[in-house]
Each structure stands twice: as C-alpha cells, then as structure tokens.
Nanobody, 116 residues
Framework: QVQLVESGGGLVQAGGSLRLSCAAS????????MAWFRQAPGKVREFVTA???????NYAESVKGRLTISKSNIKNTVYLQMNSLKPDDTAVYYC??????????WGQGTQVTVSS
C-alpha cells in the first residue's frame, strides 16, 4: 500500500510563496501521475495541477503562471511551488497519485492560509 505525506503548508501573506512536498512511501511503484487538489472551507475539492510519469503537466486556469508542479523520481516526492499567493488560494492541499500497481492514494492534506 502506498502512503502519501504532505508537508510545507503554513501561513503566508498575499504575494508570498510556499513550497509543498508530497513524499510517497510503502509499496511504491512508478506513478502514472501525481497531482495536487485543494479544498477551501465550504467548497468542493478541486483540481490544481498534475504531472505524468513522462513529465507532462496540466494546471487549473486559476493557478497558471503562479504554481508549478515538479517531481523527484529518486526521492519519490512531488513538489508544488506556490508563488504570488492570493487569499483565494487558502485551502487544504491534498496530494494524489495513481500508480501502475493499480493503487490510487491520497495524502492527509496540509493547510495553506494566505492573509490579505
């Protein structure tokens, strides 16, 4: 079973930056894709960005140009660099992965709060 653990969340002022990490452990195999989702209070969980095994990326329109996903296959870790943060980016950020083993995993989430 694959476990995903997020870290790097916190409180930041508008315009600031944060870097989230998601480390995969357990019975890890190559991932088909890794992604970040977020859920703001009172809202449904929404897609933020994803990266495939080949390195192709996809972003929600609301974060294009500000958030960047990357990964380290050696470290089994995916990152989310968040720049020019806005109060609307405040949410719990969840790591998600689909693996060639057939597993789909979610992390426990990390809180990001952007103050105005």
């Amino acid at each position: 079973q694959v476990q995903l653990v997020e870290s790097g969340g916190g409180l930041v002022q508008a315009g600031g930056s944060l870097r989230l990490s998601c480390a995969a452990s357990g019975r890890t195999f190559s991932s088909y894709y890794m992604a970040w989702f977020r859920q703001a209070p009172g809202k449904v969980r929404e897609f933020v960005t994803a990266i495939t095994s080949g390195g192709s990326t996809n972003y929600a329109e609301s974060v294009k140009g500000r958030l960047t996903i990357s990964k380290s296959n050696i470290k089994n870790t995916v990152y989310l660099q968040m720049n020019s943060l806005k109060p609307d980016d405040t949410a719990v950020y969840y790591c998600n992965g689909a693996f060639y083993s057939g597993e789909i995993a979610w992390g426990q989430g990390t809180q990001v709060t952007v103050s105005s």
